[in-house]
């Protein structure tokens, strides 16, 4: 077990629907990120939050936003769903800088 | 730009073999570099890491890997493969002073009884 919480495991949803993903990182960790898992893209970073603030932002889709609350969970919004979208979305937490990542074990969003 | 080259998508090794896992990285500056497994329906669980100092790391599970900075390669050894050890591996690679990280396209991993 690393730590890291992601609800739901598993998605379904249409198209042009909007979702939800849900990250809550191990105690303590201040750090978030969101990866995208796909056949065809492979592992991509999408963004990542320290501390309830953008830090840096990866291959994520204008139709994705995320944020990171006070409690230091964080949130990933997909919306407009394609179906290109379907694959299994990672979160990870870090405690500090070029420290270990430690990965939830994901969401698998399947958008027909 | 960091950029991650796994070569061979599909490996197969007979139990008790060398299991060899290629990497090589493309970055203007030696970037902090990472071996990460997945195992089925699974997130990513740290392997090894190589931030700075001896360039050969030992890892979990009876891993290792070697950077080499002339060849911008770290490569992931283990001495004799275990059917366990069946999985995805990936390496990755991480600006110093920044945490997120670029993966490679991942290796599959078989081990034959």
């Known amino acids: 077990d690393s730590g890291v919480t992601q609800t739901p495991k598993h998605l379904i949803t249409a198209t042009g629907q909007r979702v939800t993903l849900r990250c809550s990182p191990r105690?303590?960790?201040?750090?978030v990120y969101w990866y995208q898992q796909s056949l065809d893209q492979g592992l991509q970073f999408l963004i990542q939050?320290?501390?309830?603030?953008?830090?840096a932002k990866g291959n994520i889709l204008e139709r994705f936003s995320a944020q990171q609350f006070p409690d230091l969970h964080s949130e990933l919004n997909l919306s407009s769903l394609e179906l290109g979208d379907s694959a299994l979305y990672f979160c990870?937490?870090?405690?500090?800088?070029?420290?270990?990542?430690?990965f939830g074990q994901g969401t698998r969003l399947t958008v027909v | 730009a960091q950029s991650v080259t796994q070569l061979g998508s599909h490996v197969s090794v007979s139990e008790g073999a060398l299991v060899l896992l290629r990497c090589n990285y493309s970055?203007?500056?030696?970037?902090?570099l990472f071996w990460y497994v997945q195992y089925p329906n699974q997130g990513l669980q740290l392997l090894l890491k190589?931030?700075?100092?001896?360039?050969l790391v030992k890892g979990i599970n009876g891993f290792e890997a070697e950077f080499k900075k002339s060849e911008t390669s770290f490569h992931l050894t283990k001495p004799s493969a275990h059917m366990s050890d069946a999985a995805e591996y990936f390496c990755?690679?991480?600006?110093?002073?920044?945490?997120?990280?670029?993966f490679g396209t991942g290796t599959r991993l078989t081990v034959i009884p």
């Open positions: 990870a937490s870090t405690q500090g800088v070029n420290t270990e990542a430690f």
């Open positions: 105690s303590g960790d201040l750090s």
């Open positions: 939050y320290y501390n309830g603030e953008e830090r």
């Open positions: 970055s203007s500056v030696p970037p902090y």
């Open positions: 190589y931030t700075t100092g001896a360039t």
């Open positions: 990755a690679v991480s600006e110093r002073g920044a945490n997120n990280l670029f």
